[in-house]
């Protein structure tokens, strides 16, 4: 992608995630970025394509943050790991972030199966953490893995909402992991 | 309000779930609900109107499902119980849970002041919970009330995105808070 197309793309994904994909027209893209509407179109193709542009850098920014996550690691450590790539990738890019996680259904066409293709995939590899922990030990024997990983991922999928730039999402990740790691049970005497 | 009044109200929830706010136009509403455009405004004021009239409907289910959880019942029973009611407003609400989740951003004004306090509200309704059971006792001691509340409550506003009608929400919820209470770590000896 040229970096011209890039900054678009950026811009694009700023107004997307502050007014949705259907309230933002190109008149108001053109406007924001400063150029006439015409070069906007010959420039980025149309809005679903910069749409799609940004869906495209949320997928493999989400898909990079878990590819860091060490294969040989404890099972506990790779979930305590995996949340703090994710979250980075919210707080560091939340436009794309947002509109990755609430836009996608505006999507049409080719476009719209190949980003829902990556998001099942991502959730796979989520799965695919616990699922890899109880085989390997670390986790608990009994586990319901699709619940938990749901559990996991719907709380990360949520942070664009709430998530700001001033916070620190290793510290957050980890302050969750504990809580999902040990539960929030008290017990007067040993298990 | 009024039976039609209701109904304008459900099938305008529905085309938001669908199309989003900002999708959904005036035009659009009036075709679903057979009516002309003018009658519309006459009989609902305003997109912004019904758009507000379905967040109002969204707060009033969540809060009603938090007003049956007993305050008696032990901490992490309570917990279950809100979670059960959390997800089961929105299995049989869909549409009005996605709007409340996901479009109160479009609302304007005093109405937009109105919702932000009620889902405010509702976010501190979950944190005490968490602060009651660590007073009363029954959640560990060292918890993280504020990391907690955060995490099941991005669970439960992310099911809109993945909840079927086919799903049993009770069961789902209690397989999250068993993961809750007793986390995801196995051990070879008691702690």
Redesign the interface.
């Known amino acids: 992608m040229s970096a011209r197309k890039a900054e678009l793309t950026r811009e694009a994904a700023r107004l997307f995630a502050e007014?949705?994909?259907?309230?933002t027209s190109m008149d108001a893209l053109a406007q924001a970025l400063g150029v006439q509407k015409g070069s906007l179109y010959s420039l980025t193709g149309s809005k679903q394509e910069l749409l799609y542009a940004t869906m495209r850098d949320g997928a493999d920014a989400f898909h990079a943050a878990l590819d860091a996550v060490p294969e040989d690691a404890p099972a506990?450590e790779r979930?305590r790991l995996a949340l703090r790539g994710h979250l980075r990738v919210v707080s560091e890019q939340i436009d794309v972030a947002t509109v990755f996680t609430?836009e996608w259904r505006?999507l049409d066409g080719e476009h719209r199966e190949e980003i829902l293709a990556e998001r099942r995939r991502y959730e796979e590899r989520w799965r695919a953490l616990?699922s890899e922990?109880l085989e390997k030990?670390?986790?608990?024997?009994d586990?319901?893995v699709a619940?938990?990983a749901?559990?996991v991922l719907?709380?990360a999928?949520?942070?664009y909402?709430?998530l700001t730039p001033d916070r620190d999402t290793d510290e957050?990740a980890d302050?969750?992991t504990?809580?999902?790691?040990?539960?929030?049970?008290?017990?007067a005497t040993?298990?």
Do not use: C, E
Not at 19 to 23: A, D, L, M, S
Not at 137 to 141: E, N, V, Y
Not at 180 to 186: A, H, K, P, Y
């Open positions: 007014r949705g994909y259907h309230g506990v979930v609430r505006y616990f922990g030990g670390g986790l608990r024997t586990l319901d619940a938990a749901l559990l719907s709380a999928n949520w942070a909402t709430w957050l302050r969750f504990a809580i999902l790691v040990d539960g929030i049970r008290g017990y040993p298990r």
